[in-house]
């Protein structure tokens, strides 16, 4: 005939275990058996005495396992385990709980217990640190998700390493470890995490899409003209320059006639194209360019290391303008202003064509005539009287249009000027 005896002993120090609701409970059963070879069916659940000294199940405790025991003659000792037997449905309280152990077979069921033998816990909430370093500075960065700076007990966090430029992910060390750029991490305790970049050469110097833009228009001989330039580029840092030249003809034949010295530039470290401005600028039209002609402008960028270069030309950009011609004529002074009677005048032409002052610096009598060549009209007298050593104020007369061979009179006393020849 099969039974059991000696049902239930729980393998905890002092008979009693303590743990938190968000635990599992490993209960250790021993027994004895004798009878057929049969499979015999174990149930722990946590019990809890109630107002009236009984003790019912905590059924969200309860786990069945089975084992199969061999035949024996005679009562042999048997140790199993019903694992991980869940605590959440247990509240934390100071008394303790106990436990019921149930065997089902052919024999029937048998069943034992111990009235207090778990004690549970008030659930302390653990957090941890993760630290994160990068090796080198610079060489990229880490993310974490979820972003936090405290993390509690058994929560995952996924790093994901992100090489800056010029650098790739090589490794991952201390609480992490592989290749792979995306790692998992179980937090159970403080962690450090170091994430491992190695650089990488940047690709060989290219520049491409050259776009030198110069205002277009007519310019006289002395003018800036302003201008744009863009490019993208690719490679290692290095300095370079850029070199402007002007030049006639129809495309695609350029006659260069004039090349300005070289401008610095400095390229940054880029591992793909990136699109740059050079800071806007200007050029100076030199007495080498003809007037009425047109002109070409074709930029080379160049870095000076390791080498490479474009060339962008634009066809009819700069047109000089023709010289133009002045006009020349003859002024004399009238009338007695508040300074009084004179015996000398003295005079100069603003002329706006040179925005500047034009006169040979001589004093003249009163019946004498200043003349003035070449100069743009439009202007205006700037006049000095003289009596004895005493000089007057300057008399500035009114803006006149003047034509070639004009004889004009300036009036210091009205402030007026007339043609009189």
């Known amino acids: 005939m099969a039974e059991i005896v000696t049902l239930l002993v ?16 490993n209960v250790d059963i021993n027994c004895e058996y004798r009878g057929l070879a049969q499979r015999i069916y174990f149930t722990a659940v946590v019990t809890q005495e109630t107002l009236l000294g009984e003790f019912d199940e905590i059924g969200s405790t309860k786990k069945v396992v089975y084992v199969d025991l061999p035949s024996s003659d005679t009562l042999k000792p048997y140790t199993t385990r019903v694992p991980n037997l869940p605590l959440s449905g247990v509240a934390p309280k100071t008394s303790p709980y106990g436990m019921k152990i149930k065997a089902e077979g052919t024999f ?3 069943e034992a217990g111990n009235k207090a033998c778990l004690y549970v816990q008030e659930a302390v909430v653990e957090e941890f640190t993760l630290t994160i370093t990068i090796d080198p500075p610079g060489g990229g960065t880490v993310t974490k998700s979820p972003n936090k700076t405290k993390y509690t007990y058994g929560e995952s966090v996924t ?15 201390g609480n992490a470890s592989g290749s792979s750029t995306t790692v998992s991490l179980y937090m159970n305790s403080n962690k450090t995490v170091t994430a491992h970049f190695t650089k990488v050469a940047p690709p060989k110097a290219d520049i491409r899409n050259l776009d030198f833009v110069a205002t277009k228009g007519t310019y006289e001989i002395g003018a800036k003209v302003p201008f744009t330039c863009t490019y993208e580029y690719k490679g290692k840092a290095q300095s370079g320059q850029l070199v402007l030249s002007l030049g006639t003809g129809v495309y695609p034949s350029f006659f260069t006639v004039q090349t300005y010295s070289p401008m610095a530039v400095a390229f940054a470290e880029a591992m793909d194209w990136v699109r740059k401005t050079i800071t806007e600028g200007t050029f100076v039209l030199t007495a080498a360019l003809e007037p009425g002609k047109t002109y070409n402008t074709r930029a080379k960028l160049e870095t000076l290391v390791d080498l490479t270069q474009e060339t962008d030309t634009d066809w009819g950009v700069i047109t000089i303008s023709t010289v133009p011609v002045g006009v020349s004529f003859q002024v004399s002074i009238w009338g007695t202003p508040a300074f009084g009677s004179y015996q000398k005048w003295w005079a ?7 925005s500047n002052f034009v006169g040979d610096g001589k004093w003249y009598y009163s019946y004498q005539k200043i003349s003035f060549s070449n100069v743009k009209t439009g202007g205006y007298l700037a006049v000095f009287l003289m009596r004895d050593s005493t000089v007057s104020p300057q008399y500035t007369s009114p ?18 000027v007339s043609k009189i020849g």
Do not use: E, M, R
């Not at 729980?10 to 409970?25: A, E, F, G, H, M």
């Not at 390493?161 to 490794?171: L, R």
């Not at 100069?348 to 040179?354: A, L, R, S």
């Not at 249009?401 to 004009?406: F, I």
């Open 10 to 25: 729980i393998k905890v120090p002092s008979n009693t275990v303590t743990k938190k609701p968000t635990d599992y409970l």
């Open 108 to 110: 029937g069921t048998v």
């Open 159 to 173: 790093l994901t390493a992100s090489p800056s430029s010029g650098y790739k992910f090589d490794h991952w060390s």
């Open 348 to 354: 100069n032409y603003w002329d706006p064509g040179i």
């Open 399 to 416: 803006t006149f249009q003047a034509v070639n061979g004009g004889i004009y009179q300036y009036d210091v006393q009205l402030g007026k």
